[in-house]
């Protein structure tokens, strides 16, 4: 148990009127926040505690959860508080499960939780994290991706296996899928720059991994992504999820319904097909970020540790690789 982490849950619990912690456990360790659970009298709760020191992420979830109550949207779980003094935050702890199997019913319900957040017309967001006000950003999103692996220092031998994937496989790709985008993009793109109306309000980081199933109701959270955002970044983000299998009638069934009437079908296709390519290499990038030092947590340090968990993503990005190209 990380001793300042409690000690700051403890305090603020007590500043909303909460009495001492009797049980306090880690349950999600991740490269942007840890996730507690723990009770205090009869209620479970849930603390995210977020990493990034200068609080942007806390203070645009934060943003992103005003917006929902705005909107009296009863489909997220309901944050009791934030405290961005400490980085943290405060849910109550809903009992449910994760969807495993997708059916068709669950695509529906997520669009319908899109429709419920796009519903209002005048809508002050900010842009999403790596969000698109051009459309020539979907390049070149993948190219920072693929720049900030080229940066990793290689001082091991499954660092080594990293490099040469990546230079290998990864970096022609991204050159490959370029030099097609600029050949076909004189008559298929209409229009680079997007205004705000263009944009759509997106949770950003959407799949089944941020949603919890409780008494047949869906409740979607983690926002610290969430903004104004391209709708076929949305789109091609969400076919992208490695951990979501998705049949090709519940891909056309989420592009045909999503609530977005500046582009036609035909044009949302078009570009989706075009970028999607883009957006599969970024995404074997973000499976590829435990090679990233500075994403190393403290619990991490452990050569042997480490040197597992690279092996593990490395053998998922591989895969992901083949399946995709």
Same mark, same amino acid.
């Given at each position: ?131 698109? +006000?051009?459309?020539?950003?979907? @390049?070149? #999103?993948? $190219?920072? !991706? ?6 990793? &220092?290689?001082? =091991? ?122 957006? +599969?290499?970024?995404?074997?990038? @973000?499976? #590829?970020? $435990?090679? !990233? ?6 619990? &991490?340090?452990? =050569? ?22």
């Amino acid at each position: 148990m990380n001793k300042i982490t409690f000690r700051k849950v403890q305090l603020f619990l007590f500043s909303l009127g909460y009495s001492e912690i009797t049980y306090f456990k880690e349950i999600k360790e991740g490269i942007n926040s840890q996730v507690y659970k723990l009770r205090v009298g009869k209620d479970n709760l849930v603390v995210k505690v977020y990493n990034k020191k200068n609080k942007l992420r806390i203070k645009r979830e934060k943003i992103f959860y005003d917006y929902l109550r705005s909107i009296k949207n009863n489909n997220v779980i309901e944050p009791i508080g934030f405290n961005i003094k400490s980085n943290l935050a405060i849910f109550p702890c809903i009992e449910g499960k994760k969807i495993k199997k997708i059916k068709n019913n669950h695509i529906k319900e997520l669009l319908n939780f899109l429709r419920q957040i796009n519903k209002k017309k005048s809508i002050k967001l900010p842009l999403a994290v790596d969000g698109i +006000k051009n459309r020539n950003n979907h @390049i070149k #999103l993948c $190219e920072l !991706k693929i720049d900030q692996m080229k940066k990793i &220092r290689i001082d =091991s031998l499954i660092k080594k296996k990293f490099m040469f994937f990546l230079k290998e496989k990864i970096i022609p790709k991204f050159n490959q899928i370029k030099m097609n985008y600029y050949k076909q993009k004189t008559f298929c793109i209409e229009k680079n720059n997007l205004l705000k109306d263009d944009m759509i309000v997106s949770p950003s980081d959407f799949g089944f991994h941020n949603i919890i199933q409780s008494n047949n109701k869906f409740f979607f959270f983690d926002f610290e992504y969430a903004g104004l955002d391209d709708p076929i970044k949305l789109i091609c983000d969400f076919y992208c999820q490695p951990n979501q299998i998705l049949t090709q009638t519940q891909k056309k069934m989420f592009i045909r319904n999503i609530p977005f009437k500046k582009n036609s079908l035909k044009q949302l296709e078009l570009y989706t097909k075009i970028f999607l390519p883009f957006h +599969k290499l970024k995404w074997c990038c @973000i499976i #590829l970020n $435990e090679f !990233k030092n500075e994403n190393i947590n403290s619990s &991490r340090k452990i =050569s042997n540790e480490r040197n597992q968990i690279m092996k593990i993503q490395l053998r998922k990005a591989k895969i992901y690789f083949s399946k995709n190209f």
